[in-house]
């Protein structure tokens, strides 16, 4: 099993920025590609960015504001936000995927865990 922890999410402007973090443990050696998706009320759970040995992917609304990227020492992930939108508000997942691709695959269906999510507000 692999248990992730989510952070840094908040209420914030629009046009300000956050850092998510995810924090990973247990059986992270069978892992290799870690993401972020996102929910909205009401909407289905969308994919936002992903990372791996091949690279990294993000759904078209955030390139260029969000960053992905990793800490393997530390076994953590983070999010970038910057330029945020009230668009952007949702609860923020963290995912993990056996499953390699190159480049990552941009559907959540691939992961097999989740972190419980971390609320992200943007006011207008």
């Known amino acids: 099993q692999v248990q992730l922890v989510e952070s840094g999410g908040g209420l914030v402007q629009a046009g300000d920025s956050l850092r998510l973090s995810c924090a990973r443990s247990g059986r992270t050696f069978s892992i290799n590609t870690m993401g972020w998706s996102r929910q909205a009320p009401g909407n289905e759970r969308e994919f936002v960015a992903a990372i791996s040995g091949g690279g990294t992917a993000y759904v078209d609304s955030v390139k260029g504001r969000f960053t992905i990227s990793r800490d393997n020492a530390k076994n953590t992930v983070y999010l970038q936000m910057n330029s945020l939108k009230p668009g952007d508000t949702a609860v923020y997942y963290c995912?993990?995927?056996?499953?390699?691709?190159?480049?990552?695959?941009?559907?959540?269906?691939?992961?097999?865990?989740w972190g419980q999510g971390t609320q992200v507000t943007v006011s207008s």
């Open positions: 995912a993990a995927a056996r499953a390699f691709s190159i480049p990552p695959s941009r559907t959540t269906s691939v992961y097999d865990y």
